[in-house]
C-alpha cells in the first residue's frame, strides 16, 4: 500500500511554545485524530518535528491513494476549524517499511 508524508504546518512559528488554552484543547483533539488512524494500522507514526526554524507535525500514512491521504488530512479538528493550520502531502513512492 502507498505511502504518504503529511506535514502540518502551524499557523505560527512560535505556536508550540505559546498555545492559548483553546489550542491546546484543539490539538487534544487532533492527537485523538491521529491516534484512532493509528490503531486502525493507517497510521505509521505521527509526531512533532523539532525543527529549529519552529516544530512543525509530521504524520506518515499508509492510504489506498492521494486523495485517501488527504481526506485525513482534511478530516484533522485543526484543519475543519480553519485557524490558519495547513497540510503538505507527499507521496513516498519508495517507502521501506518494516513487515507487519
Do not use: K
Not at 516544530?55 to 500514512?61: D, M, Q, R, S
Not at 485525513?72 to 476549524?81: C, F, K, L, N, S
Not at 497540510?87 to 513516498?92: G, I, K, Q, R, T
Amino acid at each position: 500500500m502507498p505511502h504518504f508524508f503529511c506535514r502540518l504546518n502551524p499557523p505560527r512559528p512560535t505556536f508550540a511554545t505559546d498555545m492559548t488554552e483553546a489550542e491546546q484543547q484543539l490539538m487534544a483533539a487532533h492527537g485523538e485524530h491521529w491516534s484512532r488512524l493509528l490503531e486502525d494500522g493507517r497510521v505509521v507514526v505521527f509526531g512533532v518535528v523539532g525543527d529549529p526554524a519552529g516544530p512543525w507535525g509530521v504524520t506518515i500514512v499508509e492510504a489506498d491513494d492521494e486523495r485517501a491521504a488527504r481526506a485525513w488530512t482534511d478530516a484533522d479538528p485543526v484543519i475543519a476549524r480553519g485557524d490558519g493550520f495547513s497540510y503538505d502531502v507527499f507521496p513516498m513512492p519508495n517507502a521501506v517499511t518494516a513487515s507487519r
